[in-house]
C-alpha cells in the first residue's frame, strides 16, 4: 500500500495552466502504474491520463488529449499532471492513483483497476 498526497489545484481562468503534483510515501513507487482521474460536482469520476511504472507509456482520455500531460520521478515518489489550455468544464476535484503493476509497460484505464487513492486537489477554472 502507498499514501498518496495530491497537491497544486487551485483557481485559474480559462486557457491558463496548472501544474498538479502527487507525492507518494514509501520506496516502491516505481512499481506502480499511476493514474489521474477527476470528478465534477454532480457526475462520476472519469479517467483523465495514466503513466506506466517506467514512464514510458501514456494514454489520455479524449477530452485532455493535447492539453494535459503526464509525468513522473522515479527518484522523487512524484507524479505530475501538466493542465494546459484549461477549460471551465476541466473544473473537478483531481484525484492521484497508483496500481501495483508486475510489468514496466503496463498502464491502467479504469478506476476500479487501481488500489489506492489519494484525497484530491480541487480544480477551478473560471471563464
Known amino acids: 500500500q502507498v499514501h498518496l498526497v495530491e497537491s497544486g489545484g487551485g483557481l485559474v481562468q480559462a486557457g491558463g495552466s496548472l501544474r498538479l503534483s502527487c507525492a507518494a510515501s514509501?520506496?516502491?513507487?516505481?512499481?506502480?502504474?499511476m493514474g489521474w482521474f477527476r470528478q465534477a460536482p454532480g457526475k462520476a469520476r472519469e479517467f483523465a491520463a495514466t503513466?506506466?511504472?517506467?514512464?514510458?507509456?501514456?494514454y489520455y482520455a479524449d477530452s485532455v488529449k493535447g492539453r494535459f500531460s503526464i509525468s513522473r520521478d522515479n527518484a522523487k515518489n512524484t507524479v505530475y499532471l501538466q493542465m494546459n489550455s484549461l477549460k471551465p468544464e476541466d473544473t473537478a476535484v483531481y484525484y492521484c492513483?497508483?496500481?501495483?503493476?508486475?510489468?514496466?509497460?503496463?498502464?491502467?484505464?479504469?478506476?476500479?483497476?487501481?488500489?489506492?487513492w489519494g484525497q484530491g486537489t480541487q480544480v477551478t477554472v473560471s471563464s
Open positions: 514509501g520506496r516502491t513507487f516505481s512499481s506502480y502504474a
Open positions: 503513466i506506466s511504472r517506467s514512464g514510458g507509456n501514456t
Open positions: 492513483a497508483a496500481h501495483q503493476a508486475s510489468y514496466s509497460g503496463d498502464y491502467f484505464l479504469r478506476d476500479y483497476e487501481y488500489e489506492d
